[in-house]
């Protein structure tokens, strides 16, 4: 926040004047309407390779907050607009968890909680302005437009404008299994298939694509410069107490078997991920989740998983302890416990965060569930 800290120096100097007596200072009238002050710079923030919006706190009001929308322009460059957005009255803008707090967890070094009655500063908006740089299709509920290129939402999938994403259709006939978060079958298409429907984004140019596999029929393709990202995963752990979660997916490595490669994280926006499968140099596949109860990600690692085969992997995290499998058995445990951590990050799939670290090979079948799975759940999962 070097930006937000120069701001409210430059902010406490102005403040500060007054105070000085009154025979040093020259007779010149205050100005009524003093200049807006640039208390933020949105240009500063990381929003990664092909991020829209990212969020700055508001130096002048440790209950306000800078949403910052990112706009690509014709010729590749970038605009920035800033929203100015409060939280709720008690609430209060925490930057490090990119969220509104209450006054237990609320950090104010670098605000200011009461602000003077003669400090011109933005009114606090009663109502939080929603951006959705997303528009509607007439006539065709199932479709928006992204930077006026229309774009489905896929099957049984309606958008909806205010919630500015792509939700179930209510005249849907849909089949899902409500125990399930999130399952990937990348069968007919790359979107999850629970009742959930979170929808899949591509994150860069080399489209993670559908293709067919002799041994497990069709399956997604990374081709190690592609990845999916869900952002269904953005804020799922806020303010929820996720003591419990499994993973289990089909990997087949085919390529950058020296480099590390992302299968299912939900990082690295502002920290590590709080809950991570990834394969890495030599063959060394790792599993890891982050509480509230430890400090860093406990990690299994090392764990081998062979080039070109079909491997499959599974992560279980029931509250006291995490347990990786590999084809079904138990390879290694550790101790953990608590509530997951929320990282505000969409969920990637294919890469370690958007940009980099990407998984080169084939995946099938990702199951995720907010429960910890048996082993017997495991093994029936490795058998589909
Ligand atoms: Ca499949």
């Known amino acids: 926040?070097?930006?937000?800290?120069?701001?409210?120096?430059?902010?406490?100097?102005?403040?500060?004047?007054?105070?000085?007596?009154?025979?040093?200072?020259?007779?010149?009238?205050?100005?009524?309407?003093?200049?807006?002050?640039?208390?933020?710079?949105?240009?500063?923030?990381?929003?990664?390779?092909?991020?829209?919006?990212?969020?700055?706190?508001?130096?002048?009001?440790?209950?306000?907050?800078?949403?910052?929308?990112?706009?690509?322009?014709?010729?590749?460059?970038?605009?920035?607009?800033?929203?100015?957005?409060?939280?709720?009255?008690?609430?209060?803008?925490?930057?490090?968890?990119?969220?509104?707090?209450?006054?237990?967890?609320?950090?104010?070094?670098?605000?200011?909680?009461?602000?003077?009655?003669?400090?011109?500063?933005?009114?606090?908006?009663?109502?939080?302005?929603?951006?959705?740089?997303?528009?509607?299709?007439?006539?065709?509920?199932?479709?928006?437009?992204?930077?006026?290129?229309?774009q489905t939402c896929g099957t049984n999938?309606?958008?909806?404008?205010?919630?500015?994403?792509?939700?179930?259709?209510?005249?849907?006939?849909?089949?899902?299994?409500?125990?399930?978060?999130?399952?990937?079958?990348?069968?007919?298409?790359?979107?999850?298939?629970?009742?959930?429907?979170?929808?899949?984004?591509?994150?860069?140019?080399?489209?993670?694509?559908?293709?067919?596999?002799?041994?497990r029929g069709t399956v997604a393709k990374f081709n190690g410069a592609s990845s999916l990202h869900v952002g269904y995963i953005y804020n799922y752990f806020a303010d929820r107490y996720v003591k419990q979660w499994s993973m289990a997916v089909w990997v087949k490595r085919t390529g950058n078997t020296a480099g590390l490669g992302g299968v299912i994280n939900n990082g690295d926006c502002v920290e590590a991920p709080s809950f991570d499968i990834h394969v890495g140099g030599g063959d060394v596949t790792s599993c890891s989740v982050d509480t509230d109860s430890v400090s860093a990600m406990v990690a299994i690692q090392d764990v081998a998983i062979t080039a070109n085969v079909w491997e499959h992997v599974a992560m279980v995290y029931d509250g006291k302890d995490i347990t990786m499998y590999r084809n079904a058995s138990s390879v290694a445990h550790l101790a953990v416990q608590g509530n997951i951590e929320n990282r505000q990050c969409p969920m990637n799939i294919g890469a370690q965060h958007a940009g980099s670290d990407y998984f080169e090979g084939l995946m099938d079948d990702i199951y995720i569930y907010e429960r910890a799975l048996s082993l017997d759940e495991i093994t029936k999962l490795s058998k589909l």
């Open 157 to 215: 999938m309606v958008f909806d404008f205010d919630l500015c994403t792509c939700i179930p259709g209510t005249d849907s006939d849909l089949i899902c299994d409500s125990d399930v978060l999130l399952y990937y079958p990348f069968d007919e298409d790359l979107d999850d298939h629970s009742c959930t429907r979170a929808t899949s984004t591509q994150t860069s140019e080399a489209s993670v694509v559908l293709t067919s596999d002799v041994d």
């Open 1 to 150: 926040m070097k930006v937000a800290f120069i701001a409210l120096v430059s902010f406490a100097a102005v403040f500060a004047a007054p105070a000085v007596p009154d025979v040093l200072v020259p007779a010149v009238e205050p100005p009524k309407n003093p200049a807006v002050l640039p208390v933020i710079d949105c240009s500063t923030c990381d929003f990664g390779p092909y991020g829209r919006v990212q969020y700055l706190a508001d130096p002048l009001n440790c209950n306000c907050f800078y949403q910052c929308q990112r706009l690509t322009e014709i010729d590749g460059s970038f605009t920035y607009i800033p929203h100015h957005q409060c939280c709720a009255p008690s609430l209060f803008w925490r930057q490090s968890w990119l969220t509104c707090v209450t006054d237990m967890f609320k950090v104010t070094e670098n605000c200011i909680v009461q602000l003077p009655a003669d400090v011109n500063t933005p009114e606090p908006a009663t109502t939080p302005e929603r951006i959705c740089a997303l528009g509607i299709v007439p006539g065709k509920p199932g479709f928006f437009l992204n930077e006026g290129i229309e």
